[in-house]
C-alpha cells in the first residue's frame, strides 16, 4: 500500500457517498514523485473475451500513470496489434516487433521498443508476426518464460510495463501472466462475460501454481458501464459478490468519447482531457498506486 491513503468521502448530512460498485467512495490522492526509475513492475491486461476495453484500458491506464511521472512501457502481446495501432504505429510496418524479440536471440527489447507520441510512454510493438510464435514455441525450452526473459533487460529503465494480452488463454497470454507482477480483469458489464472468468482465474491459478508464484490479482475493472441500467447495476454487484475487494472502485463508463479517441491513435487523457472518461482513468491510476499495484 502507499502511504496516502484514500479519503472516504461524505454528504453534506455527514452520510458516506456510495459509489458506483455499491460501497462507499473514497478519493484517492495524486501520487508523490518518485524519485528514481525502475525496476518496474509489470501488470498484464487479461481476459480471454474479446471487446471488454483490455487496449483501451491499457492506453489510458498507461498514459494516466505518465501522467502521474511514471516512465511507462507498453507492450503489444496480441498478434492483431490493435495497441500498436491506438499508440500510432502502423503494425504491418513494423520492421523489428516482440516477435523477433522473443523469437531471434541476437534482438533485444531495445532493438525494438519505439518512442511513442504521448510523454513518458514507450511502445513494444506487434504485428501478425506474433500469431507464429504460439505454434513455434511449443517445442522451446521454457517456453512459457520467453517473455519474461526478453522484459527482464529493460526492467530498470521503466517504473510500470503493461502488457496487452490477445483474448484467449493461450500460450501468449500463460507467457504475460508468468511475465507479470500482477493482473488487471478487465470485465464488461454484462452477465455473459462474467461467466467466462472463472476459466480465467483457473489459468491464473495454476500459473502461481506452477510458473509464477508472485503473480497476484490487483484488481477486477468494471468497463462499459450504464449505472441508468438496472442490468449494469446487477451485474456490478454480482461481480463485488465474487472478487470483493479486488473490484477496483472506480468504473469506466461506457461513452462515445473512447472509440473517438482510438480513431484519432491518441489515449483520452489527452484526446478529452477533462472528459469524464479522462478523469476515470486518472482515478484508476491513482487507486492502482494507492493499491500498491503500481510505484
Known amino acids: 500500500m ?9 454528504t453534506i448530512h455527514g452520510e ?23 525496476p518496474a513492475r ?10 471488454v476495453g483490455k487496449t483501451t484500458s491499457a492506453i489510458n491506464l498507461g498514459a494516466a500513470l505518465a501522467e502521474y511521472g511514471r516512465r511507462v512501457l507498453m507492450v503489444d502481446f496480441d ?8 499508440l500510432g504505429t502502423s503494425p ?23 518512442t ?29 518464460q520467453v517473455l519474461e526473459r526478453a522484459l527482464r533487460q529493460v526492467r530498470d529503465d521503466y517504473d510500470v510495463i503493461i502488457i496487452d494480452c ?22 464488461v458489464a454484462e452477465f455473459f462475460a462474467l461467466r467466462a472468468v472463472a476459466l480465467l482465474v483457473d489459468t491464473i491459478e495454476k500459473v502461481q501454481d506452477r510458473l509464477n508464484p508472485d503473480l497476484e490479482i490487483d484488481g477486477v475493472l468494471a468497463t462499459m458501464v450504464d449505472t441508468r441500467t438496472l442490468h449494469s447495476r446487477e451485474v456490478i454487484s454480482r461481480i463485488v459478490e465474487a472478487f470483493g475487494d479486488k473490484v477496483f472502485e472506480t468504473v469506466i463508463k461506457r461513452t462515445v468519447k473512447f472509440p473517438d479517441a482510438t480513431v484519432a491513435a491518441e489515449p483520452i487523457t489527452s484526446y478529452a482531457h477533462k472528459h469524464e472518461g479522462a478523469k476515470a482513468y486518472r482515478q484508476l491510476a491513482r487507486e492502482l498506486v494507492v493499491r500498491g499495484g503500481a510505484p
Do not use: C, W
Open 92 to 114: 504491418h510496418e513494423l520492421e523489428t516487433s516482440v516477435y523477433n524479440v522473443i523469437m531471434e536471440r541476437e534482438v533485444t527489447a531495445r532493438d525494438a521498443i519505439l
Open 166 to 187: 490477445q483474448p484467449s488463454l493461450g500460450l501468449l497470454t500463460v507467457n504475460a501472466l508468468t511475465a507479470a507482477h500482477g493482473v488487471i480483469i478487465p470485465l
Open 116 to 144: 511513442t507520441h504521448v510523454p513518458g510512454v514507450d511502445l513494444l510493438p506487434a504485428n501478425i508476426d506474433l500469431s507464429a510464435a504460439e505454434v513455434q514455441l511449443v517445442n522451446e525450452v521454457a517456453r512459457e
Open 42 to 51: 509489470t501488470i498484464a491486461m487479461v481476459n480471454q473475451k474479446g471487446g
Open 16 to 38: 458516506a457517498i456510495i459509489g458506483p460498485t455499491g460501497r462507499p467512495k473514497h478519493e484517492f490522492p495524486v501520487p508523490s514523485p518518485l524519485e528514481g526509475t525502475g
Open 79 to 86: 498478434p492483431q496489434g490493435a495497441l500498436s495501432a491506438g
Open 2 to 10: 502507499s502511504n496516502d491513503q484514500p479519503t472516504e468521502l461524505f
